[in-house]
C-alpha cells in the first residue's frame, strides 16, 4: 500500500505548489494588456456564442425541453467538464518531461507536478464555470439545491482525470509513443461521449456500447443536475467510481516505483 509519508512531504510542500500555481497563472496573460481578464472573456465569448447559435439551430433536437436555451446549457455543461478532463490528462502526460530539468536540479516530492496540474486545470474550470453558473441564474435555468451535487461528480472526475494521467505521464517518460497515442484516442473519447448530441441521437447498438465509457457516465450526471434539476444515476457512476480508484491505486504504485528511474531516463 502507497505509505501515507508521501502524501505528507507533499503537505510540507504546499507553499512550493501554491507558489508554482500563482506562478503559472500569471504567466499565462504576463503580456498581455488586458491581462487576466481574458480569463473572463473567452469563456464568456464561447457562452454567448453556444446561446446565440446554438440555441437556435440545436434547441429542437433535445426533445421534452421547451427552453430556448436547453441546448446551449447542454453543451456548456459537457465541453465545459470534458475540457477540465482533457486538461488535466493532457498536461499530465507531459509533466515529467516538461520539468526534466527542475527533477534533476531539485529535491522536492515528485508527486507535486502532477498536483499542480490538477489544482491548475480547477482554477482555470472554476473561473469559467462560475460564468456558466451566471448565465444559468440570469437565464432562469439554475437547477436549485440539486446544483450541490455536482461535487461528488466533479471529485470522481477529477480523481479519474489524475491517476490516468499520473499513469500515461510516467509511461510517456520511457515510451514517447503512449503520449502521441493518447492525443489521438483523446479525439476519438471526445466524440464517442454524448456531449455535442444527445443520447438519443445514436443507434440503439451503439448506445448500449457507451456503457463503456466512463466519461459517458459523468458528462450525463451533469446534463442531469444542469439541464434537468434532477439527481445524477448515482448506480451508474459505480463503474467509473471504482475505476477511478484503481487508477488511482495503480498510478502511485507506478509513480513510486518508476520516480527514480524517470530522473535518469529524462
Known sequence: MISSALFSSVWRYRGFISGSVKREFQTKYRNSMLGAAWTVLNPLAMILVYTIVFSQVMGTRLPGLGSPFSYSIYLCAGTLTWALFAEITGRSQTVFIENGNLLKKLQFPRLCLPIIVVLNACVNFGIVFALFTLFLVFSGAFPGWIYLALLPVLLIQVVFAISLGIIIG????????????????????????????????LPAEVRDLLIWNPMAAVVQAYHAILLHGAAPDWASLGPVTVLAALCCVLGLQLFRKRAGEMVDEL
Not at 509511461?171 to 492525443?183: A, E, I, K, S, Y
Request: aromatic share 32%; no cysteine; proline share 6%.
Open 170 to 201: 510516467v509511461l510517456n517518460v520511457f515510451f514517447r509513443d503512449v503520449g502521441q497515442f493518447f492525443t489521438i484516442l483523446l479525439q476519438f473519447w471526445f466524440w464517442f461521449t454524448p456531449i455535442v448530441y444527445p443520447v438519443t441521437a
